[in-house]
């Protein structure tokens, strides 16, 4: 039995959430409740877990494709992997997490909120990559500089996948600094989207590989 009580979510989270808004108030109790009392999030969280975390994830909704596999690299807390499986009950989302923490506290969210279509790994990118998971997408949020990310990435996806990721407002600096390494793994395209304006603003990195890519580790 899991002792965690709901957050009451503000109209434009009911507004992008619908009817998944009462399971999404649940994941945002774990977050405020278990997850800053176990330091998955820092105790300053709490006042802005919807801006900052569950709407900041929901912007990458729209560019997860229908029925898709897709696999969050390291996941922590389940940001953006639970709200994504929350939000499209037809993705098969993979939650990848090494630390076993942080793959237990996945483990009783993903039993918690009954999500039939998110499974838990507790395991590095690099072994993970070997059991070749073939993945339609890879999403991350915080993880790393794109070009060790897309190191970390790119081999859990099939050939013509991508990698859909989060960063702040050096994104486009990145992807420049990081071309040379993209070209060399098989990023047939590249792109950062901005999603909002001003200081609400969040920056989407879109890279996707070549279909007939060779499989860098496999």
């Not at 690099?126 to 990435?153: C, F, G, K, N, S």
Request: overall charge neutral.
């Amino acid at each position: 039995m899991f002792h965690v009580k709901p957050l009451e979510a503000p109209a434009s989270v009911r507004a992008r959430f619908g009817d998944a808004t009462p399971k999404v108030e649940r994941f945002a109790g774990w977050l405020v409740g278990p997850g800053i009392e176990r330091g998955l999030l820092g105790p300053r969280e709490a006042d802005r877990i919807w801006s900052r975390h569950l709407l900041n994830c929901a912007v990458l909704e729209p560019f997860l494709p229908v029925g898709a596999s897709a696999c969050d690299l390291g996941s922590g807390a389940g940001l953006p992997g639970v709200v994504l499986a929350l939000q499209r009950p037809d993705l098969r989302m993979t939650l990848l997490e090494p630390l076993l923490r942080r793959a237990t506290f996945l483990e009783e969210v993903v039993s918690d909120l009954g999500l039939a279509n998110v499974v838990v790994v507790r395991a590095r990118a690099e072994d993970y990559r070997h059991q070749h998971p073939d993945h339609d997408v890879v999403v991350a949020r915080a993880v790393a500089p794109i070009d060790r990310l897309a190191a970390w990435a790119l081999p859990l996806v099939r050939p013509g996948g991508e990698l859909v990721a989060l960063k702040g407002s050096t994104a486009a600096e990145e992807l420049v600094a990081a071309r040379h390494f993209l070209d060399r793994v098989g990023a047939a395209d590249r792109e950062v989207v901005t999603v909002g304006e001003g200081e609400d603003a969040t920056h989407v990195v879109r890279i996707v590989t070549s279909p007939d890519r060779a499989r860098e580790g496999r």
